[in-house]
């Protein structure tokens, strides 16, 4: 392993929890030494998500001081012990150790304990928006179960988790009907998917398309208060939907991905839908870029909700 470094470098954290506009701040710390199974990367593209926000809020495990951006690529200058197969200057994308570390991707360095190599053809930006759409979407889907002879309605396909769930159950062969706003309705169409927009009249232009009830409801869009118009397309059968968020707080029946018995986290996709998006066969749309000192205004367009696509981080920019 690399001798202790006593640099520092920039990172974006949490003292405290609570909003993240209220307790977030740039600033400068030592740069972290990676432990057994970890690897630093200088880190070129990090990825925003909502699950920064609950960082923030410390609904999720993780230690103070914390930090945020759990969507990172660069390239590789340090390996921890036990580390095989990578080595300084290789390229590669993950997940930053989060829960065991005061910083994370939104920082000039980040230590990852989940990552897979970058494939030819594909560079940092494109590579930085796969890790938590990629994960989150294939679990699901896996939960879930949809075999081509099936309809899936992924609710929310305009989100980046929908976007990705959307390919990926086309590539299995499943039908699938979206719903979504303009932004992306003619990308989901060029795809395969069947389009619908949100709103009034839903669940009847839904059920329509589907001729009856389809089999399942994967539940992405950050909305609550839909869920029983999503439980009467499957025929009133909960089980049948799947949220990625956990709005059941009225106890419907619905299936949540993060509270499945027995959840693992599927990371292991990440090295197939990396390659399929160097083969341009696959995408997660980026949005916007900005540098590491706007990273106030990044987050707030995040938190907004019309980012329309994913928003990267470029600490080097």
């Keep these: 392993m690399s001798a202790i470094n006593t640099k520092t470098m920039r990172a974006v954290r949490y003292q405290r929890h609570g909003d993240w506009s209220d307790v977030l701040r740039l600033g400068n710390v030592p740069i972290p ?3 057994a199974n970890e690897v630093r990367v200088r880190v070129e593209a990090c990825g925003l998500n909502p699950m920064d926000w609950v960082l923030c809020l410390g609904v999720m495990p993780a230690s103070l001081p914390g930090g945020i951006g759990l969507d990172v690529a660069g390239v590789v200058d340090a390996v921890g012990d036990g580390v095989t197969g990578v080595k300084e200057g290789d390229r590669v994308f993950g997940v930053p150790n989060y829960q065991a570390h005061d910083t994370a991707g939104l920082a000039d360095y980040a230590l990852l304990n989940v990552w897979a190599s970058i494939p030819d053809g594909l560079d940092f930006n494109e590579a930085a928006v796969l890790p938590m759409a990629v994960e989150t979407a294939f679990r699901s889907l896996s939960l879930l179960g949809p075999s081509s002879s099936q309809t899936l309605v992924v609710n929310g396909g305009g989100t980046m988790v929908g976007f990705a769930a959307v390919q990926m159950a086309l590539l299995r062969g499943v039908r699938v009907i ?3 706003g303009e932004t992306y309705a003619a990308r989901l169409r060029n795809f395969g998917a069947e389009v619908t927009p949100y709103g009034d009249g839903m669940v009847e232009r839904v059920r329509e398309l589907a001729n009856g009830a389809p089999d399942f409801v994967l539940h992405t869009a950050l909305a609550e208060g839909v869920l029983p118009d999503l439980i009467k397309i499957v025929d ?3 089980r049948r939907v799947m949220s990625i968020t956990d709005f059941d707080e009225h106890g419907l029946g619905v299936r949540t991905t993060g509270r499945e018995p027995d959840l693992v986290p599927r990371y ?10 160097a083969e341009r066969r696959f995408v997660v749309p980026i949005a916007r870029t900005f540098k590491l000192e706007e990273w106030h205004d990044a987050l707030r367009l995040s938190a907004s909700g019309h980012a329309h696509g994913k928003l990267l981080i470029l600490p080097r920019a």
């Design 33 to 35: 030494q990676p432990g």
């Design 268 to 277: 292991d996709a990440l090295d197939r839908f990396a390659q399929l998006a």
């Design 236 to 238: 009133d059968d909960p």
């Design 178 to 180: 979206a719903t979504a």
